[in-house]
């Protein structure tokens, strides 16, 4: 009887200690941030795997101390296992009760099927000698990052000229066994920044400018123009405005009398507010404006349609300038040849707070004038457009040149940022 008493007061006094350890680590009375500190420690040190610990109590029942621990662990948890699994959990699992809309999506917890196994390692890699995927990329992309076909590999490269290699994952779909691929190739490219990994909006190639030109890396070249910032919100000007709208002629036909004359006398706002100089007025009024014709790389024959039989083009294209639209004059010399380039800015939906603003930039070329490139400006980031915060600076972005195409690598379309890992 006495050695049960011994081993009893032993038991009780471990669990007081022990309690008093998680109440003590937690800061908390709260008993579910004692069994969330215990999980944790336990983990932690080895003395519970992940296939056993209680994410479904973590996540669902244990209310802010559980998404502080399963933040902390996604960090700092004590092996790559641990911190996966941490990372799924608050990404994915939402209980066996969710619901997405008006349709259950949740399911039945049962963490010991479920495997932490980082997506890139089981992905192509073609590195150069000396690159390796850096490891916290591999850990942070473990659950997220896009599935891949057979026809995906994962490289590296430096796309914004400061001496870091970014990762890209390069990835050419399929409809199925045996059907053509996609005219379409996406790259996607992961940006190291201070508080962790950035996914740029997706980049697509033309599949035949992609496999005609397989040099990799790519060959890359600095932006023609500076880049504009409104509101501190940069914007870069390229001469590819949206790489899927190819046709057989220009979206925006050669400028006519009335279309100069409008543009001729439209308010100028920045450098300063008032009118075009008489002579910028003169030639834009007088001689032709007229589009680029971007792509003169051909499609390779496809058996797929009439639109896989003729070369693709592409080309830059003004917005549109009709009474009662917001249109704007900006002078600028983007590209530093001592010829201040017109930027034209106008709103074609303005009761719609999303849409955005479109720039055309226009550059003498002899007599005329041609739309060399285009920005779109997001409207809800730099709202009604203040003179004074307007800006320009040499942009660090580079543009993917496959054969007589250009790709920018910085993101441009519809307003879009980059999305941060975690």
């Not at 973590?58 to 996604?74: C, S, V």
């Not at 000698?129 to 590296?156: K, W, Y």
């Not at 709202?383 to 320009?392: E, Y």
């Not at 519809?414 to 999305?419: E, L």
Request: net charge neutral.
């Amino acid at each position: 009887m006495k050695l049960i008493r011994i081993i009893l007061i032993v038991v009780v006094v471990a669990v007081l200690a022990a309690a008093a350890f998680c109440a003590a680590r937690s800061r908390s009375v709260d008993p579910r941030a004692w069994w969330v500190v215990a999980q944790v420690e336990a983990m932690n040190h080895g003395l519970l795997s992940p296939r056993d610990a209680g994410w479904d109590f973590i996540k669902l029942h244990a209310g802010a101390y559980g998404e502080t621990a399963l933040l902390d662990l996604r960090e700092t948890g004590a092996s790559d296992d641990i911190r996966i699994t941490a990372d799924f959990v608050l990404r994915s699992y939402n209980g066996p009760e969710a619901m997405c809309d008006d349709a259950p999506c949740g399911w039945k917890n049962d963490m010991r099927t479920f495997k932490p196994r980082p997506r890139a390692l089981s992905v192509r890699q073609e590195l150069a000698p000396g690159q390796q995927l850096p490891h916290d990329f591999v850990v942070e992309t473990a659950n997220i990052l896009p599935p891949c076909s057979p026809d995906c590999v994962i490289r590296m490269q430096d796309f914004d000229g400061d001496g870091k290699d970014e990762v890209y994952l390069e990835t050419t779909r399929r409809e199925g066994p045996g059907a053509p691929e996609d005219e379409g190739r996406g790259l996607t490219i992961y940006r190291h920044e201070a508080d962790g990994w950035m996914a740029l909006p997706r980049v697509f190639l033309w599949n035949f400018d992609a496999r005609t030109f397989p040099q990799r890396p790519f060959v890359l070249e600095t932006m023609t123009f500076d880049v504009m910032s409104v509101a501190g919100v940069s914007f870069p000007f390229v001469p590819a405005p949206d790489h899927f709208h190819w046709s057989s002629g220009p979206a925006t036909p050669p400028g006519t009398r009335g279309l100069r004359a409008a543009l001729a006398e439209m308010p100028v706002i920045y450098p300063v507010n008032g009118k075009l100089p008489a002579n910028v007025a003169q030639s834009l009024a007088a001689g032709p404006i007229a589009p680029v014709r971007l792509s003169n790389n051909p499609l390779i024959p496809q058996s797929l349609g009439d639109m896989h039989k003729t070369p693709p083009a592409q080309y830059t294209q003004l917005g549109p300038v009709a009474d009662g639209l917001f249109s704007r004059l900006i002078l600028a010399d983007l590209d530093h040849d001592g010829v201040p380039e017109v930027i034209v800015v106008t709103d074609p939906d303005p009761r719609n707070k999303y849409s955005p603003y479109q720039a055309a930039l226009l550059k003498r070329d002899g007599k005329g004038w041609r739309i060399a490139a285009n920005a779109l400006l997001c409207k809800e980031a730099v709202g009604q457009i203040d003179p004074k915060t307007i800006s320009f600076a040499k942009s660090p972005a580079r543009v993917i040149r496959l054969g007589g195409n250009v790709y920018p690598t910085a993101p441009i379309r519809y307003c879009d940022n980059g999305v941060r890992i975690r």
